[in-house]
């Protein structure tokens, strides 16, 4: 089979999807699964869509319309703030955008109404993470302009946190997150569709907090797809953590000394550690690298130690294994090295298990 490649079963992200939804359910939280980590993939979003997700987010149009073309009609959510050079993309293919600027919130009402459709806005709020988001005090003229505007319909309000400086979801931001809802809804005489409290590092305060207010969706990537809550990166109870894995193929293995010869100066990638000397030991080549993966949030089989990385080649110590030439590793895979190799033109992907293939 063609290595590197990704394999992905399907079955076990569906397990970790239908896990969560019960589980925020009991809440009162929906989930809006996140696929940009999979550069949209539909086979993933199809599973998500099985196991109860009321749609799809992505960060990237691109994504959401190649989504579409392959067929998925569920609610899709661009999770980033539009380009201005892809606001008709945005319109044609997503139902709603996360805003924070009013100056793409008129062009999206523009927009919306040439292509005569309805386009939803939630507005993010800036509760201290310091990536998106408008400032509390500045939300309720944002919220105003926002109702002026045809063609563009206020869904809801949103924060994202956990992302630029790992600012946790507590009862503090949640709280004002909430109370910044109810105020625009009695300020404004409406309802709101969604109050979208964050991403896969709100999981922590949701499962540990008495209430969790007017807060009723979460948008979910990482621990749907990796079984872990990012804050601390701890394994969620009950999810699969190996959902998704790398093989890659073994191009070079030898006995050779731990310690490099010669005189020693900076490679493609900067200096590198003396490593200590250990004598001989069996260093392995995978035919993987850089281009394809994040070297540094890969696993490898237990007893074997991932040394180095360039573009192409990845070095491991196999310990006491004997790799032969042309045989298969299999890594776990963190966050990075996930986006990495699945946005990689180099890396395959390989699915399995998937109730739309079985059904
Ligand atoms: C990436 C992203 C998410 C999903 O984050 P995970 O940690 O993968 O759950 C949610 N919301 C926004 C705005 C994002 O950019």
Redesign the pocket.
């Known amino acids: 089979m063609t290595a590197p490649r990704l394999e992905i079963r399907l079955d076990r992200i569906g397990h970790n999807a239908r896990t969560l939804v019960k589980r925020l359910a009991t809440r009162g939280i929906s989930i809006t699964g ?1 696929t ?2 999979t550069l949209g993939s539909a086979e993933i979003a199809r599973e998500l869509i099985v196991a109860g997700v009321v749609g799809i ?1 992505d ?1 990237r149009v691109e994504n959401i319309e190649a989504m579409r073309n392959a067929g998925l009609s569920c609610p899709m959510t661009l ?2 703030s539009p380009m201005l050079s892809q606001i008709d993309s945005v319109v044609t293919h997503a139902d709603v955008s ?1 805003n924070s600027e009013l100056d793409v919130i008129a062009l999206l009402s523009r927009a919306a109404r040439a292509q005569h459709r309805d386009h939803g806005i939630v507005l993010m709020v800036e509760l201290g993470d310091l990536r998106e988001g408008v400032l509390p005090g500045d939300l309720e003229a944002v919220a105003r302009e926002t109702l002026h505007l045809p063609n563009v319909t206020l869904v809801g309000i949103g924060t ?1 946190l956990g ?1 630029q400086s790992g600012v946790s979801p507590d009862q503090r931001n949640m709280s004002e997150l909430s109370s910044l809802a109810t105020s625009l809804e009695s300020t404004f005489g409406l309802t709101f569709d969604v109050v979208s409290g964050g ?3 709100n999981l922590d305060w949701v499962f540990d907090c008495d209430d969790v207010g007017r807060i009723d969706n979460l ?5 749907i797809l990796l079984g872990r809550e ?1 804050l601390r990166r701890r394994p969620l109870d009950g999810l699969y953590g190996d959902a998704v894995t790398l093989v890659a193929e073994v191009i070079e293995s030898k006995t050779k000394p731990t310690q490099a010869w010669g005189e020693i100066n900076q490679t493609a990638f900067g200096l590198q550690p003396r490593a200590e000397d250990r004598g001989m030991t069996t260093r392995v080549i995978l035919g993987v690298g850089r281009q394809d993966v994040d070297p540094d949030g890969l696993v490898g089989p237990a007893g074997m130690e991932i040394l180095g990385a360039s573009s192409d080649h990845l070095v491991v110590d196999a310990g006491a294994a004997r790799p032969v030439v042309g045989s298969e590793m299999t890594f776990q895979v963190d966050y990075s090295a996930l986006v990495r190799a699945m946005t990689s033109p180099f890396v395959a992907r390989v699915f399995t298990g998937g109730s739309a293939m079985t059904a």
């Open positions: 996140v940009k980590a987010g960060s999770l980033r996360f994202n992302c991403n896969s590092a948008r979910l990537g990482e621990s990012p």
